[in-house]
């Protein structure tokens, strides 16, 4: 078959080899318009399919044949053959050289503005092969050399005269994406910053540290919300460093005292992405954290959130209220903003007046009315929150309670006929009502206006591509609550390059939703204590964050080590 002649969608491929059903593709198809991503990319994030049976799938039906980059010892005159930036822009691979003709490394053939550009930069026919895109990645780096921020960095080094330099790498997929650069950015700690950007955004990662230590500039990503150490480069580099990242967010580049925050939009690819900054001033320099806020890598879709099918429903009939407030609680990064997003995305239908006031405004939403509170200009949550009262609101989402003032606003809001959603920062469902009356909200009040409270924690996926089976030993037995004489088989992740040798891909959401009951209004009336209000709840059906936990790790989700790290920190 001619793959040029007979230019098959993905969706049609993967459709006519049973891969995925039509419905199914009708659906991530949808998903594409939102996220901007390749069609595989979607569907793999929507767990339909393994990026493995889309290959065999696309080899079965395409006729293509795969490689395994492993063990692949490919030509100098071959590499050649495409610009390293071209490599890298799409991530392919060329592998050998026959008769005027290319074979180029793969993970999507289908993608044929990239075979076009790329018969266009090697000035040859070109035939695509399969291949994995983690393997891909790690063997344009084996082949063409280390990363372009290690390139920069060290490029600086001997620019400045520094002949001792430490530097690790232990993201085995990190990738340099090379584009064109004009001349003011051309400069080595330009293209050091930039990499490192792109290799986050490339890397999923949620937010990058560069930070002074000693005599060391440290990078490191959080993936999956852990901590990885990318590379040490001098000292030297870290006022340069720094004094880019506050050029790039428009701060006071002489200011090393005090902290500063800031944002910056940045092109990935075909991607705008939103970084929010932070430097603080540190015993050995400033350090900063960018928070990367990828539109594209959030699948806002309740189905997709991860609820079991009886929290689910209970999710559906709190956010099908006419008025009320929906609080969601847990700890920094436990992903309450998609689920706050998800909501207005199920409420967002133009018989509603939805208004938000966020501090930021991570996402964009059609129409969606989104304000950015701005304190040093006056506008707070509890002023833009009156505001927002008299702009004839159906829906209000107010980023987070954090004070007396807000909180009782909010509150009288939901009494006079509003839906409110709202964040609150407690380690459970029943503490966020103590909390309430701490900020000094009188027990009636929050009786008759709040309808639940959504507490959530994040756990790590195992990594499908290397996933494990095992049987389960006494500790796994107990923690499940499962008798010992029963057999049962978990999973866990080896590591592989795929998820960077940690085991973990990804990560879902567990939830415990406590729904107020006339039985919970009595005991908050009587200013119950959150211990009283668990209890109760517990003894009515609420099924805590262990239990959801525990269903995601007989499922083959997530790990017993998981379930531990989340569901039983207030034990």
């Not at 592998?95 to 266009?120: C, H, I, K, W």
């Not at 950007?197 to 440290?218: F, G, K």
Request: net charge neutral.
């Amino acid at each position: 078959m001619s793959l040029r002649q007979d230019r098959k969608r993905l969706g049609e491929i993967l459709v006519t080899g049973g891969a995925i059903s039509p419905t199914q593709l009708d659906e991530a198809l949808a998903l594409q318009k939102t996220l901007g991503l390749r069609l595989g990319e979607v569907l793999i994030k929507q767990g339909l399919v393994m990026e493995e049976e889309i290959l065999r799938t696309m080899q079965s039906q395409l006729g293509l044949p795969s490689i395994d980059l492993n063990r692949l010892a490919v030509p100098e005159q071959v590499l050649k053959a495409l610009p390293e930036n071209v490599v890298r822009k799409y991530g392919v691979l060329p592998v050998e050289l026959e008769n005027g003709q290319l074979l180029v490394a793969m993970s999507d053939p289908t993608d044929y503005f990239a075979l076009d550009d790329l018969r266009l930069a090697a000035g040859m026919a070109v035939k695509p092969c399969l291949a994995k895109k983690a393997d891909i990645l790690l063997a344009i780096d084996r082949f063409y050399g280390r990363s372009g921020a290690e390139k920069a960095a060290r490029e600086y080094a001997k620019k400045m005269g520094v002949t001792s330099m430490a530097m690790t790498s232990t993201l085995a997929s990190l990738n340099a994406i090379e584009g064109e650069i004009i001349d003011e950015e051309s400069t080595p700690i330009v293209k050091f910053l930039n990499t490192i950007i792109e290799n986050a955004v490339n890397n999923q990662a949620s937010d990058i540290h560069i930070e002074p230590i000693e005599e060391e500039l440290r990078v490191r990503f959080r993936i999956d919300g852990v901590l990885r150490e990318i590379m040490l480069t001098p000292i030297s580099m870290a006022n340069p460093v720094v004094s880019r990242v506050k050029i790039m967010a428009d701060l006071n580049i002489t200011e090393r005292r005090l902290p500063q925050d800031g944002r910056i939009s940045y092109l990935v690819g075909e991607k705008m992405i939103d970084l929010r900054v932070s430097t603080t001033p540190t015993m050995y320099g400033e350090k900063v954290v960018l928070r990367i806020l990828d539109k594209s890598s959030v699948i806002l879709d309740k189905e997709a959130l991860g609820l079991s099918g009886s929290d689910l429903n209970l999710f559906e009939s709190l956010i099908s209220k006419p008025s009320g407030i929906v609080l969601v609680t847990g700890p920094t990064g436990s992903g309450k903003t998609t689920t706050l997003y998800t909501v207005l995305k199920e409420l967002n239908v133009p018989e509603k007046n939805l208004v938000t006031l966020e501090d930021p405004v991570e996402f964009n939403f059609r129409g969606v009315n989104q304000i950015q509170v701005n304190p040093k200009a006056g506008l707070t949550f509890a002023t833009g929150l009156r505001s927002i009262l008299r702009q004839d609101p159906d829906v209000i989402m107010v980023g987070e309670m954090r004070d007396n003032e807000t909180a009782q606003i909010a509150v009288r809001s939901a009494l006079t006929g509003h839906f409110v959603l709202s964040t609150i920062h407690t380690n459970d469902a029943a503490s966020s009502i103590a909390r309430l009356m701490d900020m000094e909200i009188e027990p009636f009040l929050i009786s008759a206006s709040v309808l639940g409270i959504i507490s959530q924690r994040l756990v790590r996926r195992i990594c499908q591509q290397c996933a494990m089976e095992y049987e389960a030993g006494p500790l796994e037995h107990t923690l499940l609550e499962i008798p010992p004489e029963n057999r049962i088989l978990l999973k866990k992740g080896k590591g592989c390059p795929y998820c960077n040798k940690s085991g973990y891909k990804g990560r879902i959401a567990v939830f415990e939703i406590m729904q107020l009951t006339a039985g919970h209004r009595q005991l908050i009336d009587r200013r119950a204590t959150a211990d009283e209000l668990r209890a109760y709840a517990l003894a009515h059906g609420m099924k805590p964050l262990k239990q959801a936990a525990s269903r995601l790790v007989l499922e083959g989700v997530t790990t017993v080590d998981e379930l531990l790290r989340v569901a039983y920190v207030n034990e």
